[in-house]
């Protein structure tokens, strides 16, 4: 008896030395996957900076000759060393705000087919036919803005005859390019809400659209905006095909169906030519704009989502109001 009462001894020992060593590997395990993946978020943060320090120095010229002038400024002569940033400043934000007012109700609309509304046979096809939109290089996009679309625009405009190539030709190339990666990220997001909410709903005596309007929306509502703007995102710094469609010339016109520039395009044209100083350091402080522009807007756009979801998580976010599902008691 005693000797079986010291094998279960040692065997009850060497388990628990066994659990010990396993929960020590772990929390040593769970130490080091942390560090890594604070290191990797740390980089993300000291690339930017990086960037933009690089981009600063490099548009030093450029700010101690033009000052505040060079984003108001209206003219860009690279040969008689003029240079003024507004027309691509002017053609980025036009043609962004145009590609996503076209896109995102075509895009919100799709969304809510594959994710609420579409028969189940026809979700999945349509569904992988989106994300294959996606994922067409943007070289496509842009030949076939040149060859269909510019056509098809060209002698259309109001003021005379037109090149075809043009700002309304690229907020269409913008608005196809952004449309399937807005209803991608919508239907993702409405896809994650419960499903017991809509049951909720549902036992309410709602319908499916009331469901849908003042259940599924509502508490997807900061991811539908963040789909919005992450699309808006991809629009600002898209360059091959908006550089193919938009005319590439550095004036302000009042005609969208008028050549027109924006900062990506004018980098990625005159960036390797760039051979005078002066020229290069604009070139230089036209994308150290496009950076701040960037990072300002998007740091804006997470501060809505944040206050929306610190609203929504006090219990202040709008909701399915008493009587609008379904008929009144």
């Known amino acids: 008896m005693s000797r079986n009462a010291n094998v279960n001894a040692n065997a009850n020992a060497n388990a628990n030395v066994n659990a010990n060593a396993n929960a020590t590997s772990g929390v040593v395990f769970a130490r080091v996957l942390r560090g890594i993946a604070q290191l990797a978020s740390a980089s993300l943060l000291v690339l930017l900076l990086a960037l933009f320090a690089y981009l600063a120095k490099q548009s030093r010229m450029s700010v101690e000759v033009f000052g505040l002038g060079f984003l108001a400024g209206t003219e860009w002569d690279p040969l008689h060393a003029r240079f003024g940033a507004l027309p691509f400043l002017f053609g980025t ?118 469901v849908l309007r003042h259940v599924v929306i509502p508490h997807a509502r900061a991811g539908l905006f963040a789909a919005t703007m992450l699309g808006f995102g991809r629009a600002v710094g898209e360059t091959m095909a908006v550089t193919m469609v938009i005319g590439n010339s550095a004036e302000i016109s009042a005609s969208l169906f008028a050549p027109g520039y924006t900062a990506a395009s004018v980098l990625a044209n005159e960036m390797p030519q760039a051979s005078d100083p002066l020229h290069a350091s604009a070139l230089y402080e036209v994308a150290l704009v496009l950076l701040v522009v960037t990072v300002l807007f998007n740091l804006g756009a997470h501060g809505v989502v944040r206050r929306y979801l610190r609203r929504k998580a006090a219990g202040l976010s709008t909701g399915p109001a008493e009587g609008e599902l379904g008929p009144s008691p």
């Not at 609309?109 to 096809?125: D, K, W």
């Not at 002698?155 to 700002?167: F, I, K």
């Not at 399937?180 to 809400?193: E, K, N, S």
């Open 93 to 210: 934000i036009l043609s962004s705000v145009l590609a996503l007012a076209i896109a995102l109700p075509g895009g919100f609309l799709v969304a809510i087919y594959v994710a609420e509304l579409g028969p189940r046979r026809t979700r999945g096809p349509v569904g992988a036919l989106v994300e294959m939109l996606a994922a067409v290089p943007s070289v496509v996009y842009g030949m076939w803005g040149v060859l269909v679309l510019a056509p098809l625009l060209r002698g259309t405009g109001a003021r005379g005859p037109t090149q075809g190539v043009s700002m309304l030709a690229a907020s269409l190339v913008l608005a196809l390019m952004v449309l399937p990666t807005i209803a991608a990220v919508m239907r993702d997001v409405l896809l994650a809400v419960p499903q017991n909410l809509r049951e909720a709903g549902t036992a309410l005596g709602g319908t499916r659209w009331e």
